[in-house]
């Protein structure tokens, strides 16, 4: 059966029938973290769905290339004005590191959340700073378009001379406060946005370099289009993002893109709803109240768990995190493995509804990567009792190769690397022996006890198993 793709084009604002530029290839360019700290679980899930997306392409037989960016230099600490301080250089001088070292370490942090998460690299990951002359370039071709002019802080991009400007966004740009997106008094329009920003004459940065117009270093927006048209082309399949980069980083892209090169500059624009935690607050770094990938394994929390909890929400909607949340999407997800591992091989029975359900789970996700209806299938596949083992290993091998759930390996079962302390097992063999001189009422205490100090005991006919209550 041949699926056919839809995803929802913020662009256009509805689902639409994906058809690639070239037959049988998918560009797509990711928005990477700017790396100044680790990423947090809200930015995580954000690379969760393009690479759900990206592995669903290939189910689906197309040759994908992909590119994660890294921000290492011109994120201002205030996104939207292009004011404040790098992100990367304040955060190099605070933790007495540079700039170049910083940036490195947390993209290799970033690497590892990828890794734990089961989410594949992209073809190329690409470093901004690796591009400045390629930027340099982009400002030219805009200069020639008389597109940019200059401040006594750096070279704007004048969005007046771009019609279309905040078409994506729907931007309301009368109704815009003066204030709200820029410094009114430097630059002729509120929605101008900074391409070079000029080194303070006071001081000398750690990351600067000479251009035309001065010594300087890039504006954030300018990085994306640069390495996009270096390593991708001028109009590509889709861009991903989070919703946060609609109304300025995504719209200055296009303006910077299209306002050079006269094309499309993206078919397909996809983004990624926000993780928030109670009250529907945000997670966000500027706002100290973010959690890392490696805060929740401390806790005892496996990595693929929280992979699970981000596919029971859909990519567009709001996923609100809590440990409550954590520890049911934990349960669940060994629960399901638990009855995957006690499938049969030798059990052969209606391969015909087997590959129903496969059908139905791929068209799932080939509908806007509605992950949670393909986990419902899932379970309904895995407790039908007319399918035999066999081809519910042969369905879920397929579709795991998809959800990436890592759905055949058995290995990770807690119990499997749980530390019982001594007290404990000696606790529980007093309880055996108690139990085997049927001693009833002293086993239920010694129960008692071990309960106490988090741990339960089951009980099968020859021996018994000592488990984590906080495991379920």
Not at 180 to 189: E, F, L, T
């Amino acid at each position: 059966m041949t699926q056919q793709l839809h995803l929802f084009n913020t662009l256009t604002r509805s689902k639409e029938i994906f058809v690639p530029i070239q037959p049988g290839q998918v560009q797509i360019y990711t928005c990477g973290p700017t790396v100044y700290n680790y990423a947090h679980i809200g930015n995580l899930r954000s690379y969760i769905f393009p690479d759900l997306l990206k592995k669903l392409l290939h189910f689906l037989n197309y040759e994908v290339q992909h590119i994660i960016n890294f921000t290492d230099v011109g994120h201002l600490t205030a996104d939207t004005i292009d004011q404040g301080e790098d992100k990367v250089e304040q955060a190099a001088a605070e933790q007495g590191k540079t700039a170049w070292e910083l940036s490195r370490f947390y993209a290799d942090a970033y690497k590892r959340d990828l890794e734990s998460l089961n989410i594949a690299f992209p073809g190329k990951f690409t470093y901004a700073t690796d591009y400045i002359q390629e930027q340099i370039d982009l400002i030219k071709t805009l200069e020639s378009k008389e597109l940019i002019y200059s401040t006594a802080d750096g070279v704007y991009y004048d969005t007046s001379g771009f019609p279309d400007y905040g078409k994506m966004a729907k931007l309301d740009i009368e109704g815009l406060d003066a204030g709200s997106r820029v410094a009114a008094d430097q630059k002729r329009n509120k929605t101008d946005f900074a391409l070079w920003k000029f080194s303070p004459a006071d001081q000398q940065r750690q990351m600067e370099w000479e251009s035309p117009w001065g010594k300087g270093f890039p504006g954030w927006h300018l990085e994306c289009t640069a390495m996009v048209f270096a390593e991708l082309g001028q109009t590509i399949d889709i861009h991903t993002g989070g919703t946060d980069h609609i109304p300025v980083h995504h719209t200055n892209e296009i303006a910077q893109a299209e306002g050079a090169s006269g094309q499309p500059f993206v078919k397909y624009w996809l983004h990624g709803e926000f993780l928030v935690l109670d009250q529907s607050r945000r997670m966000g770094k500027s706002l100290g109240n973010f959690i890392t990938l490696n805060d929740l394994i401390e806790q005892g929390f496996s990595a693929r768990a929280y992979r699970y909890l981000a596919l029971t929400s859909h990519y567009r909607s709001f996923l609100t995190f809590s440990d409550e949340a954590l520890k049911s999407a934990q349960t669940a997800y060994f629960k399901l493995k638990r009855l995957i591992s006690g499938l049969r091989q030798d059990q052969e029975r209606n391969p015909d509804l087997a590959t129903d359900y496969q059908d139905r789970i791929v068209e799932a996700l080939c509908d806007d990567l509605n992950a949670p209806k393909a986990l419902g299938l899932i379970w309904d596949l895995v407790q039908d009792k007319g399918i035999g083992g066999k081809h519910k290993l042969e369905i879920l091998r397929q579709v795991d190769s998809i959800l990436s759930l890592s759905l055949m390996d058995f290995t990770d079962f807690p119990e499997l690397h749980l530390e019982i302390p001594e007290s404990v097992q000696t606790l529980a063999e007093q309880r055996w022996q108690a139990r085997l001189q049927r001693d009833f009422k002293e086993a239920d205490r010694l129960r008692q006890e071990i309960s106490e100090q988090g741990f339960d005991v089951r009980d099968a006919k020859d021996s018994y198993e000592v488990v984590s209550l906080s495991l379920g």
